[in-house]
């Protein structure tokens, strides 16, 4: 099969096959030849749960009076960042939900601070369109801005504001601007077939993302969809690693975090295509209420999380920076 072209329906093809093996072979190649050894290790604080946005699937969402929302303040953001730093991460991402609250003067100061340390700094706060020029002149070199979705009524659907074509314009002006562009999607969300997969895979290789982040949907108890049905973590590496195969230069998060997965999980995470590793720097009690999704999360100890990870990347024989 011509992987350089590969249309919708061979996407969806390929992600129904009943043994994916040669194709999470394929992949690990294509990683090893473009991105080699090298697992990126990338820091994220998430410093405010506030969010305008009420998306259906999200548990930030600004319906869900169940949550305490929090905002760090930008001192504590910057030590958080420090810390960070001196534990080795060369990359930090700063995530909140969509809150106005932190303006674009304030942004930029606080990614000016952080990368003059020299630290990579990424930003993943939404559609702050005005916000973007201003951010990237600060020093920010990425941002993040998933479209989710690739289906517009289904994008519709989920996020009773905005649209997927916003979505776009957002992540081509962040391309213009010269970021390393990342977006991605979730596997998973009812409704979404495998020709919906496909064309999300697609539009990664559209919009010629440097980074996309894939991850599957988990129901969160306090959003409309409670009831739905999870995503599959299988079908979630599929798509991994077509999204390598259709961009093999792209930067791509392994799914699930490594310290919640058990020992045959943890084998195998990398070898679909994936070659970045998130890590929170969330300290408590902040890091408890972020809660996109339901998950269970060890308190943040930065220095002793960043050294574990990396032990547990070498024991996989890749190389950790
Ligand atoms: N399940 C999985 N991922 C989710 N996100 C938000 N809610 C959920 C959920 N219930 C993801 C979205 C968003 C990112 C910050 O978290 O893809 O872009």
Known sequence: MNFASLTKEDLAGLLALEDFTPVYEQADQIRRE???NQVHIRAILEFSNHCKRGCLYCGLNRRNQNVSRYRMKPEEILLTARSAYKAGYQTLVLQSGEDPYFKTDLLAELVKEI????MAVTVSCGEIRPAYGPLKKAGASRYLLKHETADALLYNRLHPEGSL???IICLK???ALGFET???????LPGQTLETLAEDLLLLKKLNCDMAGIGPFIPHPATPLKEAVPGSPELTKRCVALARILLPHCHLPATTALGVMDG????TV???GAN???RKVTPEPYKSLYEIYPAHLEPTDIPKDRALLEEQILALGRIPI
Do not use: I, N, T, Y
């Open 34 to 36: 473009a991105k080699g």
């Open 165 to 167: 074509a916003d979505r």
């Open 264 to 267: 045959r999980e943890k084998e």
């Open 182 to 188: 990342g977006s991605g999607f979730m596997v998973g």
């Open 173 to 175: 002006e962040l391309k």
């Open 276 to 278: 970045v590793v998130m």
């Open 270 to 272: 990398f070898s679909c």
């Open 115 to 118: 990368a003059s340390w020299g």
